[in-house]
């Protein structure tokens, strides 16, 4: 489970990114956090997983304060960032294993995930080339397979599906909805509301850095009856 | 013709930089960065302008001035082919706008000429700037002449050859092996030659007065002088223009110009449209061997701190820019020291055995040399002071890591460690090999020497963590920006400076306590180690979350 509360965080003194954001995210669900650009999702989702500090607020994952108790709460996620251009010169492998010896996993369970994910997601031929040498959306795969090689409690991805052909995104939502399936909670920005739309038990709609909707699909096409996702978003962010 | 000018000039106005920075440094910030550059410059073109104007004078007093430009057609083109090699790649090959023009409606020819003039336009620059001085102070001594004009336009023709020339042979290069396609790969090879190049050059003039304007005439005059024999081996083709500007002939000078002209078209429209394919073909990086279960299991679970110290060792080694401003700066100076030798007259050696003779009156010069060469050794490589910096974009991954942050600092310091041991190990080593030959001082000097040294490059290396904790330069675009344009090397060699001016004013004005001085220096460092250390557990953390 994932629990913000009272989230503020201001880059300059003008304007807050994000305003005494409060959310609870709970177990086994996939949400997606949707928004214009500029409306602090990645703001959110940085100060969630530990790369920005939080001016005010907290924030809970798996009941670990970011604050007090950040190792044990950054090993509950895996993140996937959406600039997937880090570790251009190590080979494929080679970022699988670190990410394996920085999370502490077996070598049989990792050996099992990397073949697996890896397989699934069409990258296992060329883990032994050098990242720099992969195309965006390979990148975005190889960090997506590291994201997931130690198995965590919570899924974490800033704009996912951002550069994969359709094969590759088909598997990313089935490993979703996998990993939802499993109890396991998955929580992902997007600008694509038709992935959201299909893939998502909940929905948090942001704007300005406050939350303008968070619950189901069905509860606010009940508030906007006969009106298309897309038509939604827009009168609640305009 | 229009639109390919057109381009050309665009392609060369947006790929200028001087200053990396992804907020694009304004251009007053430009011109300021190279304002500052060209008076930093002035001092040495100065002195090459005077030599120049000493030598053509002294010279011209034998009618012999021409001697001066004869030598300076072999540099120009030996400092052009220097820049091709390494321009040619980045600019036809490697570059970023590629994908960008592959698309746009234009002719193979158009695309590979557009791309040539901006190269040429890059390296006239750079070439101008160089050869500069030294026409300046011909022009000074005799004058302007005819000869000087003949100097510039073969310097012009031999520039687009030489472009064109080089552009061919990697192409070809390229379609025998992919393997070369690597970018990488490719400029480690193309910097070591131009090393061993620039080593040559080092030894062809090594035992020259360059202080003596006539001593370097008479050895030009000679053509005993091993500089212009290299320069000569290197370029034979170069003897036509040679003889022109020394002895100047109205068919030799056509047939030259038409040969040059024929060579030029005909290697643009034959080679362009091969020229374009490679460039389209181009990943960046070569594939290589498949996915096993064997290559899959190679590998041993490693703790957080030797998986960080190993990726920070891998990405030091395999990233080009790295590899030359922060490994290979440790191999080098040993090479140079040894090319010093090799050509010696025998002279050094009687250095090193007054010099070891001084030692043993005076042991404790031993402890400030090795804590002096330990502190330039750890300062020189770069590594702890640009180890955030070179993080860039990336950094956020130190802060989503399950792992103490001190815990990935120390990966880096270590790794900073290693490198600086490539050159403190030998030295180590020498001292060691040095007091069994020639010092025999007591045991006991020789582990305080080794002691300093380690304790310097423990205190150099956390201080260039810790001035890059607080200050990284993490906006860039361009590796080198993060190790060559990074503020962080001058604290920390100023920083070193400072250590090693503090002990040579110690031992050679504090007579009577000296000893208990450095000593004290030595406390001190490591009571700053520790500092730093524990600054480093509880700081580190709030400090980069920061920036």
């Given at each position: ?38 409306a ?24 670990y ?13 895996g ?9 251009l010169?190590l080979?494929g492998?080679?970022?699988l294993h ?14 099992e ?7 699934r997601?069409g990258?296992y031929?060329t ?18 397979c ?13 704009e ?25 909670t ?19 709609i942001?704007h ?22 897309e ?7 305009l | ?32 960065f190279?304002?500052l550059?060209?008076v930093?410059?002035i ?22 001035e ?28 490697y ?14 020819v ?9 190269i ?24 302007f002449?005819?000869?000087?004009l003949?100097l510039?336009f073969?310097?012009?023709?031999n520039?687009?050859?030489t ?20 970018k990488?790969?490719?400029?480690l090879?193309?910097s ?6 620039a080593?040559y050059?080092?030894?062809?003039i090594g035992g020259l ?8 005439a008479?050895?030009?005059?000679q ?19 040679v ?8 068919i ?38 498949k996915m ?26 395999r ?12 191999l ?14 025998g002279e ?8 070891t003779?001084f ?25 702890t ?29 270590f ?27 007591g ?5 305080a020497?080794?002691?300093?040294m ?19 330069k ?7 920006a ?15 400076a ?16 000296a ?33």
């Amino acid at each position: 489970m994932i629990q913000l509360s009272n989230l503020t965080k201001s880059y300059t003194k003008a304007k807050k990114a994000v305003d005494t954001l409060s959310l609870t995210i709970s177990d086994g669900s996939i949400t997606a956090f949707i928004g214009p650009n500029g409306a602090g999702k990645t703001t959110t989702l940085k100060m969630m997983t530990g790369i920005l500090k939080p001016d005010h607020g907290d924030v809970l994952i798996n009941s670990y304060s970011m604050a007090a108790q950040p190792i044990e709460a950054k090993k509950q996620f895996g993140f996937v960032s959406d600039n997937p251009d880090s570790f251009l010169r190590l080979k494929g492998i080679e970022y699988l294993h670190l990410m394996g010896d920085i999370y502490e996993v077996s070598m049989s369970d990792r050996l099992e995930r990397i073949e697996n994910y890896t397989k699934r997601l069409g990258i296992y031929d060329t883990l032994n080339d050098k990242i720099l040498s992969y195309s965006h959306g390979m990148r975005q795969k190889i960090m997506i397979c590291g994201a997931l090689i130690h198995q965590p409690n919570i899924l974490i991805l800033d704009e996912p599906l951002t550069g994969l052909d359709p094969q590759s995104a088909f598997e990313l939502k089935e490993i979703m909805r996998e990993f939802s399936r499993s109890g396991k909670t998955i929580l992902f920005s997007t600008h694509v509301l038709d992935v959201a739309e299909r893939l998502c038990d909940k929905i948090c709609i942001i704007h300005q850095g406050k939350i303008m909707y968070d619950g189901t699909l069905e509860a606010l096409k009940e508030q906007y009856p006969n009106t298309s996702l897309e038509e939604i978003f827009l009168k609640v962010t305009l | 013709m229009k639109k390919v000018i057109t381009l050309a000039l665009k392609l060369t106005k947006t790929s200028f930089v001087l200053i990396d920075d992804k907020k694009k440094a304004s251009g007053k910030k430009q011109l300021a960065f190279f304002l500052l550059l060209i008076v930093l410059l002035i001092p040495n073109f100065a002195s090459f302008g005077f030599m120049t104007y000493d030598m053509t004078s002294f010279l011209a007093t034998i009618n012999q001035e021409q001697v001066i430009l004869a030598l300076l057609l072999q540099i120009g083109v030996s400092i052009i082919i220097f820049s091709s090699i390494f321009m040619v790649p980045s600019y036809l090959f490697y570059a970023k706008d590629i994908e960008k023009l592959l698309p746009l409606p234009l002719t193979k020819v158009q695309l590979y000429c557009a791309k040539l003039i901006q190269i040429h336009i890059y390296q006239m620059g750079f070439f101008l700037l160089l050869i500069l001085p030294f026409v300046v102070g011909y022009t000074l001594a005799v004058g302007f002449s005819t000869s000087l004009l003949l100097l510039g336009f073969f310097l012009w023709m031999n520039a687009i050859v030489t472009m064109i020339a080089t552009s061919i042979v990697l192409v070809l290069i390229m379609s025998v092996s992919p393997w070369f396609k690597n970018k990488d790969a490719i400029t480690l090879i193309l910097s070591m030659i131009s090393l061993g190049f620039a080593l040559y050059i080092n030894y062809s003039i090594g035992g020259l007065d360059l202080s003596d304007p006539q001593a370097i005439a008479f050895s030009l005059i000679q053509g005993q002088q091993s500089l212009a024999q290299g320069f000569s081996s290197f370029l034979p083709h170069l003897s036509a223009s040679v003889a022109m500007i020394v002895s100047f002939n109205w068919i030799t000078f056509i047939t030259y110009v038409v040969l040059t002209l024929v060579f030029i078209t005909g290697s643009i429209v034959a080679f362009a449209p091969i020229l374009v394919n490679i460039m389209a073909s181009f990943s960046g990086s070569s594939s290589t061997k498949k996915m096993t279960l064997k290559s899959l299991r190679a590998h041993q679970i490693k703790p957080a701190i030797v998986a960080l110290t190993t990726k920070e060792i891998k990405l030091l080694f395999r990233t080009p820019i790295y590899f030359f401003n922060n490994i290979l700066v440790m191999l080098i100076l040993p090479v140079i020291f040894g090319f010093s030798f090799i050509q010696g007259t025998g002279e050094e050696m009687i250095e090193v055995e007054a010099l070891t003779t001084f030692i043993t009156n005076q042991p404790l010069i031993l402890v400030v040399v090795c804590a002096g060469l330990s502190a330039l050794f750890s300062t020189i490589n770069l590594v702890t002071p640009t180890s955030i910096s070179r993080e860039g974009s990336s950094k956020f991954h130190m802060l989503l890591y399950p792992v103490e942050m001190s815990t990935q600092l120390y990966a880096k310091f270590f790794s900073g460690i290693l490198v600086s041991l490539i050159a403190i190990l030998p030295l180590s080593i020498m001292v060691i090999i040095l007091n069994l030959l020639y010092m025999q001082l007591g045991v006991i000097w020789i582990i305080a020497s080794l002691l300093s040294m380690l304790i310097v490059m423990i205190f150099m290396n956390l201080f260039g963590l810790l001035v890059d904790v607080y200050h990284p330069k993490l906006v860039w675009e361009n590796e080198q920006a993060a190790v060559k344009q990074n503020i962080n090397f001058l604290f920390t060699f100023l920083g070193s400076a400072a250590l090693i001016a503090l002990m040579v004013y110690t031992l050679f004005n504090l007579n009577d306590i000296a000893e208990w001085m450095i000593l004290g220096i030595h406390g001190a460092l490591l009571i700053a180690s520790v500092l730093i250390k524990r600054i480093i557990e509880t700081r580190s953390m709030d400090v980069l979350i920061e920036h």
